[in-house]
């Protein structure tokens, strides 16, 4: 599905760091002369879980294990609104932040994860990241904080499920929603109130009166949450149409990596970010399948006033990220000229 230009730095890039990985092969011992903590945002035995976990084996396999990798799953040492800090820190080598979670250290990360009513073209969103200043300024927000940006991953469109059928736009006033960052802020336009949790507090928040809905990051984060079992309608507008992660070193251990190391790891990032692709495309569909089996119904089909109503309701969050922080005003400057 990705068509742009840096696709061919991306193949020259796995083909260098594959190269260096055969010459690792040959002139390096097995024993890690790194060893890094990754840490990220899904539960062991997920869908998405197990693809960081593959990032995690093709770094080791690409580097001939002189780089070790240990993956944390979410709840396993570090939450899911500390990645961020824990990799600045060094307490993680390695961290796939969800930029939502992290709005107050990182304003930028929200304008870099797609705000709401954004594009679904993944076309558009790659030739943003690729053939725009976007990248480099993403670079020095993420160079302030100590960290190293790597190559970012595409995930589908964000949905919310309810416990109570939302028939209209107003029946999202008064609901307590599962909703970070931009997204908290969009439906709070919209009468509800947004809640901060992580991902695994979900099911069991809903089960329990805690919230009302949540937002996930795709469709294939409800059906591994087993959302369905607690809340059973999903509302019919996407907030946002793609989103679009990092994945983040931490800047000291980045510095001790060899060039060529640092060009395996830089191609196994983009490896990952072309398995996320593929595989979300095909999992988006199954788990809208296996979940409406499970007996997931979808709102009625808007009304031309309510999809007005969804679409004012992000239209003014662009300037009120605009005025965060420099970088985030520089984001939103591109996207206003695209």
Same mark, same amino acid.
């Given at each position: 599905?990705?068509?742009?230009?840096?696709?061919?730095?991306?193949?020259?890039?796995?083909?260098?760091?594959?190269?260096?990985?055969?010459?690792?092969?040959? %002139? =390096?011992?097995?024993?890690?002369?790194?060893?890094?903590?990754?840490?990220?945002?899904?539960?062991?035995? +997920?869908?998405?879980?197990?693809?960081?976990?593959?990032?995690?084996?093709?770094?080791?396999?690409?580097?001939?294990?002189?780089?070790?990798?240990?993956?944390?799953?979410?709840?396993?040492?570090?939450?899911?609104?500390?990645?961020?800090?824990?990799?600045? +820190?060094?307490?993680?080598? =390695?961290?796939?932040?969800?930029?939502?979670?992290? @709005?107050?250290?990182?304003?930028?990360?929200?304008?870099?994860?797609?705000?709401?009513?954004?594009?679904?073209?993944?076309? @558009?969103?790659?030739?943003?990241?690729?053939?725009?200043?976007?990248?480099?300024?993403?670079?020095?927000?993420?160079? /302030?904080?100590?960290?190293?940006?790597?190559?970012?991953? *595409?995930?589908?469109?964000?949905?919310?499920?309810?416990?109570?059928?939302?028939?209209?736009? #107003? #029946?999202?006033?008064?609901?307590? *929603?599962?909703?970070?960052?931009?997204?908290?802020?969009?439906? $709070?336009?919209?009468?509800?109130?947004?809640?901060?949790?992580?991902?695994?507090? *979900?099911?069991?928040? =809903?089960?329990?009166?805690?919230?009302?809905?949540?937002?996930?990051?795709? =469709?294939? #984060?409800?059906?591994?949450?087993?959302?369905?079992?607690?809340?059973?309608?999903?509302? @019919?507008?996407?907030? %946002?149409?793609?989103?679009?992660?990092?994945?983040?070193?931490?800047?000291?251990?980045?510095?001790?990596?060899?060039?060529?190391?640092?060009?395996?790891? $830089?191609?196994?990032?983009? *490896?990952?970010?072309?398995?996320?692709?593929?595989?979300?495309?095909?999992? /988006?569909?199954?788990?809208?399948?296996?979940?409406?089996?499970?007996?997931?119904?979808?709102?009625? /089909?808007?009304?031309?006033?309510?999809?007005?109503?969804?679409?004012?309701?992000?239209?003014?969050?662009?300037? /009120?990220?605009?005025?965060? #922080?420099?970088?985030?005003?520089?984001?939103?400057?591109?996207?206003?000229?695209?």
């Amino acid at each position: 599905m990705i068509n742009f230009k840096k696709h061919k730095l991306i193949n020259g890039l796995l083909a260098l760091s594959l190269g260096f990985g055969s010459l690792a092969s040959s %002139a =390096m011992a097995n024993a890690a002369e790194h060893n890094w903590r990754f840490a990220n945002l899904y539960g062991r035995g +997920t869908a998405y879980g197990t693809l960081y976990e593959n990032l995690g084996k093709n770094i080791e396999t690409m580097s001939n294990g002189r780089i070790s990798v240990q993956v944390l799953y979410s709840g396993e040492g570090v939450n899911t609104t500390g990645i961020l800090s824990a990799v600045k +820190t060094g307490l993680i080598t =390695m961290g796939a932040p969800f930029q939502s979670m992290h @709005a107050g250290e990182l304003p930028a990360g929200i304008v870099e994860i797609g705000l709401p009513g954004g594009t679904s073209d993944v076309g @558009a969103l790659s030739t943003l990241f690729h053939e725009t200043q976007w990248s480099e300024i993403l670079d020095k927000a993420y160079g /302030e904080l100590g960290m190293v940006r790597l190559e970012p991953y *595409i995930q589908p469109p964000v949905y919310v499920i309810t416990k109570k059928e939302i028939t209209s736009i #107003d #029946d999202f006033e008064g609901l307590k *929603i599962r909703a970070p960052g931009a997204y908290g802020k969009f439906l $709070r336009n919209l009468g509800a109130s947004p809640v901060s949790l992580a991902w695994s507090e *979900i099911y069991t928040s =809903m089960a329990t009166g805690v919230i009302d809905g949540s937002i996930g990051s795709n =469709m294939i #984060d409800h059906r591994d949450g087993n959302h369905v079992e607690v809340a059973k309608y999903m509302y @019919a507008l996407p907030l %946002a149409g793609a989103q679009v992660l990092p994945i983040v070193v931490n800047q000291k251990a980045w510095s001790k990596l060899t060039p060529d190391l640092q060009a395996i790891v $830089r191609g196994a990032s983009a *490896i990952h970010a072309q398995e996320q692709m593929t595989k979300s495309v095909l999992w /988006e569909s199954q788990a809208v399948a296996e979940m409406e089996a499970a007996g997931l119904k979808w709102s009625p /089909e808007p009304s031309a006033a309510d999809k007005k109503a969804w679409k004012e309701a992000g239209m003014s969050l662009a300037k /009120e990220y605009s005025e965060e #922080d420099k970088y985030s005003k520089q984001l939103v400057d591109i996207l206003n000229a695209q």
